[in-house]
């Protein structure tokens, strides 16, 4: 029998939640609390029920009768009203939650109602471009109240004028190709609207990371259908050099999903200078 009241706690995902959802087989309900990374999950009388919708397959060759000589099933979407606020938002839920959510079907996508919490917000303020050496190469500064208010414009003028680096290396397999490298560094702030002010009270967000672009198909997917990589990038240190972030890059462990805990396996890795 299982039990009736159940506790998870997590360790990398914060949220404050308070709501109750049905079952997906409709004989009881679920209510559930939140408060950062504890959770509860208590089995209650089916006072939300799913909403059953029967899925015809009697035109379907493959389907199996049932005993009452019907093809098909009853699928049961699950229903859920309560409040949920993780990250930058409050999500508000109201009724069936499918899975999806469609424009042009409203009626059957995802009852939920998404708000912004606009201190909790952040807004991408500078595009940084740094040359080979770790000098400033050139600023993009973004006026929008988020990324998508950028100079997308600018940023690319930019990626293709920034000097580069150029590595040739050894493919795990032992087969040549050439890295095109840049650096870039980018800065979030916090707040947005009239709460912009909060930026001044709280650290900024600055990332800085190496764009790759590779010559040819790279790892361990480049010999199946799943296809190999074409540009990537990584994150990296204030002031570590692009042959030392792409040195890394090239010989990290990386949990693959087909092909378990491997070796990036780069050899050889040498910079090369253009005249």
Known sequence: MSKRIEYDKSDSWSRWSIGIT????????????????????????????????????????????NLDGSKGYTDRIKRDYGITISDEYIHVHYGIQPGNWTSGDPKNSDHTKLFEIPWRMTRRVRYSFYRPDGTLFTNVYDIGKRSRGCDFDAIREAETAVPKSKFKFKDYDGIDNLATCYLNEMEWKYGLGLWKWIGYFRNPIICRSLNIEFEKETGRGKSDWKGGTMGTSTDIKIGQSALSAFTKYGTEEINGKYHGVVNRGFTDIMEVYEL
């Open 22 to 65: 049905s079952s997906s087989e409709g004989n009881h309900s679920t209510f559930y609390l939140a408060l950062g990374r504890h959770s509860w999950y208590i089995k209650v009388p089916p006072i939300v029920k799913p909403k059953e919708k029967w899925v015809d397959l009697s035109k379907q060759d493959w389907a199996t009768v």
